[in-house]
T-cell receptor, first 114, second 111 residues
Framework: ETGVTQSPTHLIKTRGQQVTLRCSSQSGHNTVSWYQQALGQGPQFIFQYYREEENGRGNFPPRFSGLQFPNYSSELNVNALELDDSALYLC?????????????FGPGTRLTVT | KQEVTQIPAALSVPEGENLVLNCSFTDSAIYNLQWFRQDPGKGLTSLLLIQSSQREQTSGRLNASLDKSSGRSTLYIAASQPGDSATYLCAVGNNFNKFYFGSGTKLNVKP
């Protein structure tokens, strides 16, 4: 097991609502990346945070936003939820001073939008 | 845009076989490549990480190779076991802070 934790484990929301997912990174890691994994697909990179700043973003609209806190934990916020946002959301922490080092994943949050 | 392809999409083998999983990528300007294992409904477990300057990495029965110039990586699993059954994913990290995954190879090792 990695030291990366995510909450909640499962979540059901209605279209149009907003959701916040949380991730605690592994001790000593200062970089957190978020991914969306649809059923049967590989994870898609949403964005990365390094020392509290966004450090790269994939092809996701602005309604996907994030934060990283001084303790390097992170939040993923999704506004105006759509049915296609239903997926497993994974966070990964990495680096002990190196942003692109080996990634350690949490167990994920399963989001269902109805 | 980096595109990562994994072949085959699914593989079923009898226990004890040696097998090779393939990963190809379109842009050779990568920073590193990482292989993961994912069990159904679970997160990803890191298996091997290869930096762009390396050619291969080994861990136990697993060996991963990287050929940047041809845009290919292979994951070799020796003496497969039923416990190896899972989906195997490769991820490519590029120099612009983005990471790209393939769709995975679903492996079933039959007792």
């Amino acid at each position: 097991e990695t030291g990366v934790t995510q909450s909640p484990t499962h979540l059901i929301k209605t279209r149009g609502q907003q959701v916040t997912l949380r991730c605690s990174s592994q001790s000593g890691h200062n970089t957190v990346s978020w991914y969306q994994q649809a059923l049967g697909q590989g994870p898609q990179f949403i964005f990365q945070y390094y020392r509290e700043e966004e450090n790269g973003r994939g092809n996701f609209p602005p309604r996907f936003s994030g934060l990283q806190f001084p303790n390097y934990s992170s939040e993923l916020n999704v506004n105006a939820l759509e049915l296609d946002d239903s997926a497993l959301y994974l966070c990964a922490s990495s680096g002990a001073g190196v942003p692109f080092y080996e990634q350690y994943f949490g167990p994920g949050t399963r989001l269902t939008v109805t | 845009k980096q595109e990562v392809t994994q072949i085959p999409a699914a593989l079923s083998v009898p226990e004890g076989e040696n097998l090779v999983l393939n990963c190809s990528f379109t842009d050779s300007a990568i920073y590193n490549l990482q292989w993961f294992r994912q069990d159904p409904g679970k997160g990803l477990t890191s298996l091997l990480l290869i930096q762009s300057s390396q050619r291969e990495q080994t861990s136990g029965r697993l060996n991963a190779s990287l050929d940047k110039s041809s845009g290919r990586s292979t994951l070799y699993i020796a003496a497969s076991q039923p416990g190896d059954s899972a989906t195997y994913l490769c991820a490519v990290g590029n120099n612009f802070n983005k990471f790209y995954f393939g769709s995975g190879t679903k492996l079933n090792v039959k007792p």
